[in-house]
Each structure stands twice: as C-alpha cells, then as structure tokens.
C-alpha cells in the first residue's frame, strides 16, 4: 500500500516535505499498470491541505491509470476533530470517483466513517 495522499506536486510537497510527486508516479505507473502488479493506495485527509477537487481527481486519476486494486481512505488520525463538513464531501466525493471506476474502497478512519454515516466497506 502506498500512500500518495495528493493528487498534485504542490500538494505532495507541502503533505509530504518532499518534491517527489513525479517519481512517485512514475515508479508506481512502472510497478503498477506496467508490470502488472497489484498496488493499493492510500489517501490520508488533511482538512485544509489536500481535501480539495482538484487533488481528490489526480489521485483519482493516478488509481485509474496504475489499475489499482483498491483505494483506503483515511484522516489525520491526530486532528480528528478538524474533520469538517468540507473534508468529509471531499472523502465522499472520492469514494464515489473510485467506485465509478470499479476500484474497491475502504474507509480507514473511524471519525471519518462515522461523520460518512458508512461503515467500514464502501463498495
């Protein structure tokens, strides 16, 4: 399982310290699609840093190509107070694009499933 938690560079940057969002994706593409391995991904929620459209499709995107065989969603599991309403339909909004594409999801996060109204499976 890897976890992207981004779906940019200048978000991978500012969630993970690092600019490495282009090697990521492309030894995951390598690894992934390529060589037909099976690769999960991770995307952990960060109210305020990643839990936006734009990041949430890239990942999206990014599962899409490599063929992911599943997706986790998760939330910062040391500020689960911060999950908002916008972070949650952001974490709904990506259950949903994984979903449409026949990508299997689970929700890895207590607080978040329950502000979800899910249980642990989505699909």
Known sequence: MVSV???TRDTFVKVKGVDAFNRVCDTLHRYGRE???AIDLKYIFLSGINDNEVDVEGFAVLANEIESNSVTISSDLLNTH???EHTVSMAEYLREKV???SIL??????ALAEKMKEGVQCQ
Do not use: A, E, F, V
């Open 99 to 101: 979903k449409d594409m």
């Open 5 to 7: 938690d981004s779906g």
């Open 105 to 110: 999801c689970d929700i890895n996060s207590y």
């Open 82 to 84: 911060l999950i908002d």
């Open 35 to 37: 060589s037909n391995n």
